[in-house]
T-cell receptor
């Protein structure tokens, strides 16, 4: 079974600064995907960024980037130039790379990020 | 991106009654749908996985007779909370996946807040 651990229940950052959220996972799978989801106060789950395990290059989406350390099973999210709209709960998630459709997600406990003006 | 809707967005019911929550994929065929439960400030807990035309697969500890799931078509899955009690009060989220991408991305509905009095 897979486990995902987020050791920071809460974090805060000043607007325009950079913040890094931590995530570690445990798996025996060789083919998998890692995700960061954002859940703002509206509670709508929003995909922030995705990383394929077979890719060595770290994924980047505008102000969001990851540091994927496969050997250490670490997958941190860096948010640059933080904005007030980044205030949300952030979940790290794991998905096995099954070929059949409908692969389940395993979520971490979440990190509540607050961006202060 | 693919859109998933849920109805109702919130519902209040009396203890002992049953409540049905609908999850629809609006612009794609969802071969698999997932139902999650989320308590305040906690992570998403997978309740069950449903594939179109077959019985749902429930996670350990989830009462299948209490949480009835039907996935009768490629665009609709329903969750019925039978004989609801106050402890069933929670936020219920569905997600859906089809063959839109190589890694079976899950698209999330906006959630349904259930309050049982």
């Amino acid at each position: 079974a897979q486990t995902v651990t987020q050791s920071q229940p809460e974090m805060s950052v000043q607007e325009a600064e950079t913040v890094t959220l931590s995530c570690t996972y445990d798996t025996s799978e060789s083919n998998y995907y890692l995700f960061w989801y954002k859940q703002p106060p509206s509670r709508q789950m929003i995909l922030v960024i995705r990383q394929e395990a077979y890719k060595q290059q770290n994924a980047t989406e505008n102000r969001f980037s990851v540091n994927f350390q496969k050997a250490a099973k670490s997958f941190s999210l860096k948010i640059s130039d933080s904005q007030l709209g980044d205030t949300a709960m952030y979940f790290c998630a794991f998905m096995k790379g099954e070929e059949t459709s409908g692969s389940r997600l395993t979520f971490g406990e979440g990190t509540q990020l607050t961006v202060n003006p | 991106g693919a859109v998933v809707s849920q109805h109702p967005s919130w519902v209040i019911c009396k203890s002992g009654t049953s409540v049905k929550i609908e999850c629809r994929s609006l612009d794609f065929q969802a071969t698999t749908m997932f139902w999650y439960r989320q308590f305040p400030k906690q992570s998403l807990m997978l309740m069950a996985t449903s594939n179109e035309g077959s019985k749902a697969t429930y996670e350990q500890g989830v009462e299948k007779d209490k949480f009835l799931i039907n996935h009768a078509s490629l665009t609709l899955s329903t969750l019925t909370v039978t004989s609801a009690h106050p402890e069933d009060s929670s936020f219920y989220i569905c997600s859906a996946t089809g063959h839109q991408s190589s890694y079976n991305e899950q698209f999330f509905g906006p959630g349904t807040r259930l309050t049982v009095l």
